[in-house]
C-alpha cells in the first residue's frame, strides 16, 4: 500500500506534490529546482544541493546536479566518487564509487550520536507521493 500525501507548501497557500527540504548537518537539500529557487529569497539559509529519494536510498547531489553521496537503507552516508575520475577512463563515465567519507559541502558531523539521530530521521521519512 502506498502512502499519499499532499504537503501544504510553506511558500503560498497551494499545495505542492512531492517532499520538502531535507537538512544535513545545518546544510538544506532541495527536492526539485522551485523549492532550491525558492531558499535564495528565504531567512534560514539557501540550498547547497538538491536530493532524490529512491525506494532504499536519498541520492545527494550538489547544486550542479553532480553526484556527491547517497543515503542507504542502513542510514550510511557514504561519498560518491565518479569511477571516471579514478580511472581516467571513457567507459567509467555515469558509474559511482561510494565510500565512508566525510562529504565536503555537508562537513564532519559535531558527534557519532548527532549523524545517527540525522540519517534516522531522512530515511524513516514517509515518501510522499501524490498523484
Known amino acids: 500500500m502506498k502512502l499519499y500525501v499532499i504537503i501544504q507548501s510553506r511558500y ?14 545545518g546544510r538544506k537539500f532541495a527536492a526539485n529546482d522551485k523549492e532550491f529557487i525558492s531558499s535564495l529569497f528565504e531567512t534560514g539559509g539557501t540550498c547547497v544541493g538538491y536530493y532524490k529519494r529512491n525506494k532504499c536510498s536519498v541520492v545527494l547531489s550538489d547544486h550542479n546536479h553532480k553526484r556527491i553521496g547517497i543515503i542507504n537503507k542502513y542510514g550510511v552516508l557514504a561519498c560518491a566518487t565518479e569511477l571516471s575520475e579514478i580511472t581516467k577512463d571513457a567507459k567509467d563515465k555515469g558509474k559511482y564509487w561510494y ?8 562537513g564532519k558531523y559535531e558527534s557519532y550520536m548527532n549523524y545517527i539521530h540525522e540519517m534516522e530521521s531522512i530515511i524513516n521519512k514517509p515518501i510522499n507521493i501524490a498523484q
Open 12 to 25: 503560498n497557500n497551494n499545495f505542492y506534490k512531492g517532499d520538502p527540504m531535507i537538512t544535513l548537518n
Open 99 to 106: 565510500s565512508y567519507a566525510d562529504i565536503d559541502i555537508i
